[in-house]
């Protein structure tokens, strides 16, 4: 019978600890600087100048109580992050060597980040049947921090509609209305709105970084497997 220690335990540990090392030094903020870089300058001064008249707008149209201000300044941030989300961070720099798989699988910068985390795994010589180890691993993990992280959609939704409902109340009340005092509520809204779309650009959420995880170790168990048939 094999006796268990802490030999044991490490050996069979430590290789996703490799893994997610290699899969957290493949950072959003890095790949995005690579998006960022790699992108076209007349894109990223269009995103720049986009987000810089959405918020003069914003703040113009509370100081004349403008509301066609406001409109043409929300026209403006939803163009802005448009710019920034299909024209930066989800166009490769070897667009034109993937061509359909970047349409397919390269969004979000997928593609920069399964690069980075393939060579750092490569460089720690993770091979075929380390990955299918790992794998295994990992779910067991994901179940059970899904078992342990906070459910926030009710709490999310509970505060999406008292702020819905407060601001129906506010446009209700005529005085408000001609002080201003609820046009400048919507800009804030608006504002906040618009750089947490951006936030979640950047940082989808926890459980889809998970899958992410997941799909890079697929990509790279897909590619391990199409080598040995070649």
């Known amino acids: 019978?094999?006796?268990?220690?802490?030999?044991?335990?490490?050996?069979?540990?430590?290789?996703?600890?490799?893994?997610?090392?290699?899969?957290?030094?493949?950072?959003?903020?890095?790949?995005?600087?690579?998006?960022?870089?790699?992108?076209?300058?007349?894109?990223?001064?269009?995103?720049i100048g986009l987000s810089v008249l959405f918020i003069s707008l914003g703040v113009g149209c509370v100081w004349l109580n403008d509301r066609w201000l406001f409109g043409l300044a929300l026209i403006f941030g939803v163009l802005g992050i448009w710019?920034?989300?299909?024209?930066?961070?989800?166009?490769?720099?070897?667009?034109h060597a993937?061509?359909?798989?970047?349409?397919?699988?390269?969004?979000?910068?997928?593609?920069?980040r399964y690069l980075m985390f393939r060579a750092q795994l490569?460089?720690?010589?993770?091979?075929?049947?380390?990955?299918?180890?790992?794998?295994?691993?990992?779910?067991?993990?994901?179940?059970?921090?899904?078992?342990?992280?906070?459910?926030?959609?009710?709490?999310?939704?509970?505060?999406?509609?008292?702020?819905?409902?407060?601001?129906?109340?506010?446009s209700t009340q005529e005085y408000l209305m001609k002080s201003g005092w609820t046009l400048l509520i919507f800009v804030i809204c608006m504002v906040a709105l618009y750089f947490y779309v951006l936030w979640k650009s950047i940082f989808p959420g926890h459980r889809h970084t998970e899958q992410e995880l997941e799909c890079?170790?697929?990509w790279h168990a897909e590619e391990f497997a199409f080598a040995k048939q070649n």
């Open 122 to 170: 490569q460089s720690e010589g993770i091979d075929l049947n380390t990955i299918d180890r790992v794998k295994r691993m990992l779910v067991i993990e994901a179940k059970l921090h899904e078992s342990r992280r906070p459910k926030l959609d009710s709490v999310a939704g509970t505060v999406v509609s008292f702020v819905a409902g407060l601001l129906l109340a506010l």
């Open 98 to 112: 993937y061509g359909q798989l970047d349409r397919y699988f390269g969004l979000n910068y997928r593609f920069r």
């Open 1 to 47: 019978m094999a006796m268990l220690s802490d030999a044991s335990l490490r050996h069979a540990l430590e290789p996703a600890v490799v893994v997610m090392n290699a899969f957290r030094k493949a950072s959003s903020w890095r790949a995005v600087h690579a998006a960022w870089a790699a992108s076209k300058r007349r894109d990223r001064w269009c995103f």
């Open 216 to 218: 890079f170790l697929t």
């Open 83 to 95: 710019i920034f989300r299909c024209r930066v961070i989800d166009r490769h720099p070897l667009r």
